[in-house]
């Protein structure tokens, strides 16, 4: 509502009897209402009945370019924190993505090796059992090559007992039996031979299946060394058994002595000849027996080289398998952090634990990234689309004056101020176009407006250039008004009152150096004045 509109009531020229100047109060009146009236017509314009600020009064020029810049300027600092955003996720984005895919190749490596490490151990126990039958055979050929040491070693004998018959006979008969008892030894003792080296050929198979991982064609080479050795063997049996025929023709050579000595000497002839045989025989046993343990110690090499390998397997399996849990576990901890597309504000990570500040996620419904602030979710960025571009100095808005009366600007011819304004309040007596403040009509109006007659108490702030009219006492308190402020106390009784100088104030009576309190006779008028809020000083009429 709009102030009420000041009228004189009262004519001071029609009161005598007094040496007043009425026609001067009259005129300081009349000024004052003038003024008041004026402000009133200027406030109206301005200001709505309901208090608020008249529409189009604050305008696009009312706006200080510094207002526009500012608000620019923020504008400008949020488009760019919102592009860094979006940068930083899409590039956490691309790492993740990177990331899986070092993952799934580490796991697929891992994945190779060791099924490269199982094919190796399986291929070692097929070597192992491949040795273990090559060491059956060559113990099978052993076997066999000592039955036919013993062969040989009784058909010597049967040849020395045949000898000693032909001795009896006759001289030559004799010699030829024992130039074959000496073939027969000879023959027992390549076939001893014979029998050695299947001994030793046993022995190296033995070594080539403790060596225990994968050789099987070492391994089946030394299987078939052991077995010529057994055939070897089998031709010095064979030489033997021809030696002992020998023998038996010799006996019956020398029971045939007396009518042919020359056919004895021949026998023995043919009896030497198949001990060389068997000789050779035997050395061929031993060359066979000495490519088996060769063919062993190949294999020897071949299985520490497969062990070595598999070693270096499953180390590199071990090592495949601790990349892939690292990866797993940094794509995990990934995963813990941006969520993916999802339709709604999520409660969990992706493994239902609890949500952790920095966590991100996109939301497909509104197609914007949410970022958790460790309460809740939150736009991650904001997009640049409608924002103010700096380049083009606000001649990109839409409508200049729209965006002022939005923002409320005021004009600088005809402002429409809202709220509360404040402004400074001018000194008492001013008479300029400086802009009245309420304090100062209010000051002027408790001028202008006697207060009605009271019993006295405490001034206060509300009595600030105002006269008092009272019946009692009055107290003037310290750090209540503030220098320039003054008011005037009117006795209107027939008695003498009392003005109290408040605890902590100075009460000066003017052209006195007297303080402290004062009284006022009936009918007597003071003012008082403040210097500082601590310090006043009073004068008047009837003032004691």
């Not at 904001?382 to 700096?390: E, I, K, Q, R, T």
């Amino acid at each position: 509502m709009q102030p009420q509109e000041y009228e004189r009531q009262t004519d001071f020229t029609e009161r005598d009897g007094d040496d007043t100047d009425h026609s001067a109060l009259n005129q300081e009146f009349d000024a004052a209402a003038l003024t008041i009236n004026q402000i009133r017509r200027n406030l109206a314009q301005i200001q709505r009945d309901d208090g608020a600020l008249q529409n189009g009064i604050v305008t696009a020029d009312s706006l200080d370019d510094s207002a526009f810049d500012a608000v620019l300027v923020n504008v400008n600092q949020a488009t760019t924190q919102a592009q860094q955003a979006a940068q930083s996720a899409l590039t956490s984005a691309t790492t993740a993505n990177t990331s899986a895919q070092f993952a799934q190749t580490a796991r697929t490596g891992a994945e190779a090796a060791r099924d490269g490490a199982s094919a190796n151990a399986q291929s070692a126990l097929a070597s192992a059992q491949a040795a273990s039958t090559s060491q059956a055979a060559a113990a099978g050929s052993q076997a066999a090559a000592t039955t036919s040491a013993a062969s040989a070693s009784a058909s010597a004998s049967t040849a020395s007992t045949q000898a000693g018959i032909a001795t009896t006979k006759a001289t030559e008969a004799s010699a030829s039996a024992s130039a074959a008892a000496t073939s027969a030894n000879n023959a027992s003792t390549s076939a001893g031979t014979a029998a050695t080296s299947a001994s030793i050929a046993t022995t190296k198979a033995a070594e080539a299946s403790a060596s225990s991982v994968a050789a099987s064609v070492a391994a089946s080479t030394a299987s078939t060394a052991a077995a010529s050795a057994g055939n070897l063997a089998t031709a010095s049996a064979t030489s033997a058994t021809n030696a002992s025929t020998s023998a038996t023709a010799a006996s019956t050579s020398a029971t045939n002595s007396a009518n042919s000595a020359t056919a004895a000497a021949g026998s023995a002839t043919t009896a030497t000849t198949q001990a060389s045989n068997a000789s050779n025989s035997a050395a061929n046993a031993s060359n066979s027996a000495m490519a088996a343990a060769s063919s062993a110690s190949t294999a020897a090499s071949q299985a520490n080289i497969a062990t070595t390998q598999a070693a270096n397997s499953a180390a590199s399996a071990a090592t495949a398998e601790a990349a892939r849990d690292a990866t797993l576990a940094a794509f995990d901890n990934f995963d813990d952090r941006y969520l993916g597309a999802k339709a709604a504000d999520p409660t969990f990570d992706n493994d239902g634990n609890a949500l952790v500040a920095g966590s991100l996620y996109f939301n497909s419904a509104a197609g914007i990234m949410k970022v958790f602030t460790g309460s809740a979710w939150v736009a991650a960025y904001v997009s640049g689309a409608g924002f103010l571009s700096v380049s083009q100095n606000l001649a990109d808005v839409q409508n200049i004056q729209t965006a002022r009366e939005n923002i409320e600007a005021a004009s600088v011819l005809s402002p429409n101020f809202f709220g509360t304004p404040s402004a400074p309040t001018a000194a008492p007596k001013t008479s300029s176009t400086q802009i009245a403040t309420t304090e100062f009509v209010d000051r002027l109006r408790s001028l202008l407006q006697p207060t009605t007659p009271s019993t006295g108490g405490t001034a206060t702030t509300g009595d600030r250039g105002a006269l008092l009219s009272v019946t009692g006492g009055v107290t003037i308190p310290t750090s209540v008004f503030a220098a320039n402020d003054t008011f005037t106390i009117y006795n209107n009784s027939a008695a003498n009152i009392t003005l109290t100088q408040g605890a902590g104030l100075t009460l000066r009576q003017v052209g006195t150096a007297s303080t402290g309190n004062r009284t006022l006779a009936q009918r007597g008028l003071a003012t008082v004045l403040f210097i500082s809020a601590t310090e006043a000083v009073i004068s008047g009429g009837g003032l004691t």
